[in-house]
Each structure stands twice: as C-alpha cells, then as structure tokens.
C-alpha cells in the first residue's frame, strides 16, 4: 500500500483480490533482511516511502490517479 500512498494512484486501479489464488500459491510475502545483515553487513539506507518517492522523482513521473 505504501506505493498506492506515495503515487497518489487510486486503490481501485489495482483490483487487489480480483482473481482467486491457486492453490499452491503464496499468498502474503514477507520479506526479511536479518541474515543479510548478519552476514555482511549490509544496513538498509533508504526507507521504502523514500524509495518510492526518489524513483517518482528521478523518471520525472506524474502522480497516477
């Protein structure tokens, strides 16, 4: 949702749920950068709304909605 936040982009446009799931399929991802911390050291440096922000910025792209 944070994408639909910082984009402006109405929700509906992204008919989240339309389609059923099958079967074998995920159906919420988490991601979990612990081990990659640990094992090199790596720190995020960017917060995610950030992120979304300076992509918009950097492509010179309209607010969707």
């Known amino acids: ?3 639909i936040n910082v984009s402006g982009a109405d929700a509906a ?3 989240f749920g339309e389609l059923p799931y099958r079967s074998n399929e ?3 991802y988490v991601g ?3 081990k990659l911390m640990k094992y090199s050291g790596w ?3 960017t917060a995610l709304r950030e992120g979304i922000q300076r ?3 950097r ?4 607010r969707i909605g």
């Open 55 to 57: 992509i918009f910025e």
């Open 13 to 15: 446009l992204f008919r």
């Open 59 to 62: 492509n010179g792209e309209k």
């Open 43 to 45: 720190r995020p440096q």
């Open 26 to 28: 995920q159906m919420y």
């Open 1 to 3: 949702w944070e994408f």
């Open 32 to 34: 979990d950068n612990t």
